[in-house]
Nanobody, 122 residues
Framework: QLQLVESGGGLVQPGGSLRLSCTASGFTFDDYNIGWFRQAPGREREGVSWISSRGGGTNYVTSVKARFTISRDNAKNTVYLRMNSLKPEDSGIYYC???????????????WGQGTQVTVSA
């Protein structure tokens, strides 16, 4: 059984911080790149951040640059997303997904978690 499980979401005030975790099981974690995605009600899912299989490469959607930091600890089969200076528009369900590092197809994610809710509100 191949599985990704997100945790760490919750309710936070604007300007606050959260750290999301994505923990994997059932596959060779350090062979997979990991992406974080989010979806707000009535909006399309968007990619938020990405990290390569060994952590040497990262990227972010422009709207979260300088506020979010992605990292991974392969010994723990876990990827983190530290979110600082949160804004109401950051609210949504956050999902992590895994794609093999050699996959030649953009967006070809193999495994998805169930998501964790992030709500930024005063």
């Amino acid at each position: 059984q191949l599985q990704l499980v997100e945790s760490g979401g919750g309710l936070v005030q604007p300007g606050g911080s959260l750290r999301l975790s994505c923990t994997a099981s059932g596959f060779t974690f350090d062979d997979y790149n990991i992406g974080w995605f989010r979806q707000a009600p009535g909006r399309e899912r968007e990619g938020v951040s990405w990290i390569s299989s060994r952590g040497g490469g990262t990227n972010y959607v422009t709207s979260v640059k300088a506020r979010f930091t992605i990292s991974r600890d392969n010994a723990k089969n876990t990827v983190y997303l530290r979110m600082n200076s949160l804004k109401p528009e950051d609210s949504g369900i956050y999902y992590c997904a895994a794609v093999h590092k050699w996959c030649p197809i953009k967006g070809g994610y193999d495994y998805w978690g169930q998501g964790t809710q992030v709500t930024v509100s005063a």
